[in-house]
Nanobody, 116 residues
Framework: QVQLVESGGGLVQAGGSLRLSCRVS????????MGWYRQAPGKQRELVAT???????NYAASVKGRFAISRDNAKNTVYLQMNSLKPEDTAVYYC??????????WGQGTQVTVSS
């Protein structure tokens, strides 16, 4: 059974930083393509960043240069370092794993609130 557990959200002032973590179990993590998504109130869930099993990364234009996704295969964990946070980054952030069949697995989400 695949499980994804996020942590690290919270309240931060604009310009501040947060690091989200997502611990994954029930899968050979080193083979897993992972991602972070977010959903703001009244909006659709959107891609933030992805990292492949080979550690190639991809970012949404809105976060490029401010956010960094990384993985630690020894800890079965994927991270999202968020710097220079803006109020528009406020959302629930979800960890994602997409398997080779295109099936998505999600964590429970962690709230990030950026005050102006």
């Amino acid at each position: 059974q695949v499980q994804l557990v996020e942590s690290g959200g919270g309240l931060v002032q604009a310009g501040g930083s947060l690091r989200l973590s997502c611990r994954v179990s029930g899968v050979i993590f080193s083979f897993a393509n992972m991602g972070w998504y977010r959903q703001a109130p009244g909006k659709q869930r959107e891609l933030v960043a992805t990292v492949t099993s080979g550690s190639s990364t991809n970012y949404a234009a809105s976060v490029k240069g401010r956010f960094a996704i990384s993985r630690d295969n020894a800890k079965n964990t994927v991270y999202l370092q968020m710097n220079s946070l803006k109020p528009e980054d406020t959302a629930v952030y979800y960890c994602n794993r997409r398997d080779s069949f295109g099936r998505d697995y999600w964590g429970q989400g962690t709230q990030v609130t950026v005050s102006s």
